[in-house]
């Protein structure tokens, strides 16, 4: 969690992000929290050279990648309120905040990355990104994030029962929370760029996430166990403003679209490649991965995955989504 102190700064930071924006029509500005060169922000990269070159450099892409701008909370945050045009954040972050997207996140509801695409090219990934207009938000594209497997600085995770006891990192989500709960684990709701310390000063034992953040974030230094628990594809969500983009001409929030929609091929050929690296990476440094029994983590959470999907909406995306497995 971010101190208040830090919080301020952020905030005054935003301020004069706001101000300059406004002052300077062509100017966009981004946040991620992911390092320069992850493929999220390679692919906004990529999007904001072709908005400038379709515009003869009139639009330009300024960004905030390695947290400058805060945790994700932070990012949607000031994206919602205007003070930054784009934030990129994962699926979790706004599970609170735009319920559809809890449907990509539950636990073995997404089986492979295949499936992840068929869903988020259909017209469920459509509605999803609609639903953030009625929080102040354009949802532009949803981009990989992997497979989500457990790390931790103790032993391999075989079956649910090896969890127990252990605090476990989660995403600031009510379905990561409930999920981990049920798994066996003890989840400990943390930002993502507070991992690493959490794991050198031991506040955690573990955490969760793919192979790309794993060794990018250098959470592979600390925790040398590796789970292949494949347990959530939680996708990530490129927004902006809405207030921002409302403010734009026709031509220009096409422009945006548009943009955004052909960066996700980008991401997609850029995310297999620096997955394949990084775990090839972490697994030269020494990283013991095992398999994990994936079986009985699906059957701890079957009591879990049918109360979460008994809301109306989820029902439906829910029984959407598993008809596309396969």
Not at 23 to 32: F, I, K, V
Not at 79 to 100: I, S, T
Request: charged share 25%; aromatic share 8%; net charge neutral.
């Amino acid at each position: 969690m971010i101190s208040r102190r830090a919080a301020l700064a952020t905030l005054a930071a935003a301020t004069g992000l706001a101000a300059c924006s406004k002052g300077e029509a062509g100017l966009l500005t981004e946040a991620d929290v992911h390092r320069a060169g992850y493929p999220t922000v390679e692919a906004v990269k990529w999007m904001g050279a072709e908005l400038t070159k379709a515009t003869d450099g009139r639009l330009r892409l300024k960004q905030y990648p390695s947290g400058q701008l805060g945790a994700e909370d932070d990012s949607i945050g000031l994206a919602r309120f205007g003070a930054v045009d784009f934030a990129r954040v994962n699926f979790a972050a706004v599970n609170n905040l735009v319920p559809e997207t809890r449907v990509l996140c539950l636990p073995f509801t997404i089986d492979s990355m295949e499936h992840l695409h068929r869903a988020v090219d259909s017209d469920i990934g459509a509605e999803i990104r609609a639903a953030f207009d009625r929080v102040g938000l354009i949802g532009l594209a949803i981009y990989d994030a992997g497979a989500r497997c457990f790390y931790n600085v103790r032993k391999p995770i075989v079956e649910p029962g090896d969890l127990k006891g252990l605090k476990i990192r989660s995403p600031m989500s009510d379905v990561f929370l409930r999920s981990f709960a049920v798994m066996g684990a003890n989840p400990t709701p943390l930002a993502v760029n507070g991992v690493f310390q959490a794991l050198s000063t031991h506040l955690i034992d573990g955490a969760e996430n793919n192979w790309p953040t794993f060794e990018s974030a250098s959470h592979y230094e600390m925790a040398t166990y590796w789970s292949e628990t494949r347990h959530s594809y939680s996708p990530e969500i490129l927004t902006m403003s809405k207030e921002r983009f409302l403010a734009m001409s026709t031509t220009d929030q096409e422009l945006i679209r548009d943009a955004a929609a052909r960066s996700v091929p980008v991401m997609r050929e850029n995310w297999a490649a620096f997955s394949e690296s990084s775990k090839a990476k972490v697994l030269k440094a020494g990283i013991k991965a095992n398999d994990a029994d994936i079986p009985a983590f699906r059957a701890s959470v079957a009591d879990l995955l049918e109360r979460e999907t008994e809301t109306p909406v989820l029902a439906s995306l829910y029984t959407r989504v598993r008809n596309l497995s396969g």
